[in-house]
């Protein structure tokens, strides 16, 4: 009789647990679901289509591509007088920056109905506005310590240092580390890159998300500069190029691929002065890379 309980009790179990994966991933679906009609409405009131879009900023030009395959977008201005946003928009905020653009392409991983999810790759460019009087201090002073030309990789690099909290098997924070950073080149451009990877067991005893983030600076002049972020639900190690990968880590890395190596900005209108960012293209750092 005691058996027959346990199996009857089993039994049971097995019978209620595909309803309750259903049900969970009905509620995805359904959230799934009412982002897409959002974003079908948002793309009727102010179309956003993937394609080549080219933004003026002063007299200098950014352009991007907005690949193939984008679930969402959002695209804000096409000329940007950074002279008008400091003294009319920005005169008394600390904060002074303007987005250009920004996409993302939503993922779903794993095999129905035992797991599902919805993971996205997104992509989006700002401009930054730094204080004018940085450029303008004496290095041989006491101030030197905050003196800053964006038109030099020294400060494009010491922007991009920065550390992360280090957590132990429990989940449980014991420290801090410094995050990798390096120099790459896009399209002949210098870019200081800031690497961070979430993923390791300590973060998932945390609760907390799998994912990379990249994030790139490069100048446009003394006081402003050009801020990319990429970020990507997965680990490149976990997900090596040489072993076959899921269908959406393709997706997501040749996404990131098309729009990183369409990024061009064009020199000052009719300057003389040297854009010391600039580099031959045959230095151009593989695009395998920067999708990795």
Do not use: C
């Not at 007088?81 to 009319?88: A, I, L, N, S, V």
């Not at 008394?92 to 991983?109: E, M």
């Not at 964006?150 to 992360?164: A, C, D, G, P």
């Amino acid at each position: 009789m005691k058996y027959d309980s346990i199996a009857l009790a089993l039994f049971m179990m097995l019978v209620s647990l595909p309803n309750a994966v259903l049900a969970e991933d009905y509620e995805l679906r359904e959230a799934n679901r009412h982002e897409e009609v959002r974003q079908h409405w948002a793309d009727v009131n102010n179309p956003v289509p993937p394609g080549d879009y080219i933004i003026k900023i002063d007299d200098r030009t950014f352009s991007m591509t907005i690949p193939q395959g984008r679930t969402a977008a959002s695209y804000h201005r096409k000329d940007i007088d950074t002279k008008y946003y400091r003294e009319q928009i920005f005169s008394d905020r600390d904060q002074k920056a303007l987005s250009l653009i920004g996409f993302r392409q939503k993922h779903q991983s794993g095999i129905w109905p035992l797991v599902r999810s919805y993971d996205e790759t997104s992509i989006g460019a700002g401009v930054f506005l730094a204080e004018e009087w940085e450029s303008k201090i004496d290095r041989t002073s006491e101030k030197a310590s905050m003196w800053a030309d964006y038109r030099t990789l020294e400060s494009l690099v010491k922007m991009t240092k920065s550390s992360n909290y280090i957590y132990d098997a429990q989940g449980n924070r014991v420290g801090r580390e410094d995050l990798p950073r390096d120099v790459v080149v896009i399209n002949g451009r210098q870019w200081a890159r800031q690497h961070y990877e979430k993923g390791d067991s300590a973060r998932a005893v945390a609760g907390l998300p799998e994912e990379t983030v990249d994030t790139y600076y490069t100048g446009l002049s003394a006081d402003s500069y050009i801020k990319l972020g990429v970020r990507y639900p997965y680990i490149a190690s976990r997900y090596p190029k040489d072993k076959e990968r899921p269908e959406w880590v393709k997706q997501s890395s040749a996404f990131i691929a098309q729009a990183l190596s369409s990024i061009k900005i064009s020199p000052p209108a009719g300057s003389t002065e040297p854009d010391f960012l600039v580099v031959d293209e045959s230095q151009n750092t593989p695009i395998e890379m920067l999708a990795p």
